[in-house]
């Protein structure tokens, strides 16, 4: 089985479990659901992945004990032979989520068997003591939007880039009913609907809800 939206093996000195559990979240060995469980040491990571490569380094990952997320979102592609559009799922911006600790991190950039695919996505609003900008990593709080939101799959579900994004006003606010229950984001107008956009600090680009009804909205 493939590790197409999350996986786990172990979870090793984690402490309790996170207020969610991911629907989809199996063991690419055993097929079964797991629930994500929060760990003092660990932090989720954001690699960058070769284009073409993300499902084989998230299985890759995945056996070797890791626990990964690989969101993926909709994108019209035009058949080159018939012209015509067809819709099909890419992994958001060739990111893969990983959670774990920062020696583990550098060994599947620097020693994994497939590091050569693998680089960090470095975070570019902060500087260490040396004048460099760290590996970009998210709190588990943060993460849980964007799984939630990608974890459906709904084809509606649509990566936007956030500079060219038209937000409503700089406002959080969060779904109250529907697939999208407790998501927080911003409201922008995207595709000429109203959505909740999802974003990290440091990524390019967010992730948009299916349409949302505006009584389905509460401010944070």
């Not at 035009?78 to 920062?102: E, H, S, W």
């Not at 950039?109 to 902060?126: E, L, Q």
């Amino acid at each position: 089985m493939n590790a197409l939206d999350n996986a786990s093996i172990k979870v090793d000195n984690c402490v309790g479990f996170a207020s969610f559990a991911f629907p989809e979240a199996k063991s690419s060995k055993t097929g079964v659901s797991v629930r994500y469980a929060p760990c003092e040491d660990r932090k989720w990571y954001i690699l960058r992945i070769k284009y073409g490569m993300v499902q084989a380094v998230a299985d890759a990952m995945v056996e070797d004990g890791a626990y990964v997320y690989l969101a993926r979102v909709w994108k019209d592609i035009r058949n080159k032979d018939t012209g015509k559009k067809q819709r099909k799922l890419f992994p958001f911006m060739n990111l893969l989520f990983v959670y774990i600790t920062a020696q583990e991190a550098e060994k599947y950039v620097k020693s994994f068997a497939m590091s050569t695919y693998i680089t960090y996505y470095y975070n570019h609003f902060v500087t260490d003591e040396k004048g460099y900008n760290p590996p970009l990593t998210v709190s588990s709080r943060d993460m849980e939007p964007l799984i939630k939101a990608t974890v459906l799959l709904d084809e509606h579900v649509m990566e936007v880039d956030l500079k060219t994004c038209h937000f409503v006003s700089d406002e959080l606010v969060r779904v109250t009913a529907g697939p999208f229950e407790g998501i927080i984001g911003r409201v922008a107008r995207v595709a000429r609907q109203k959505r909740v956009v999802i974003y990290i600090k440091g990524l390019q680009s967010g992730i948009t809800t299916a349409y949302i009804p505006s009584h389905f909205l509460e401010k944070v």
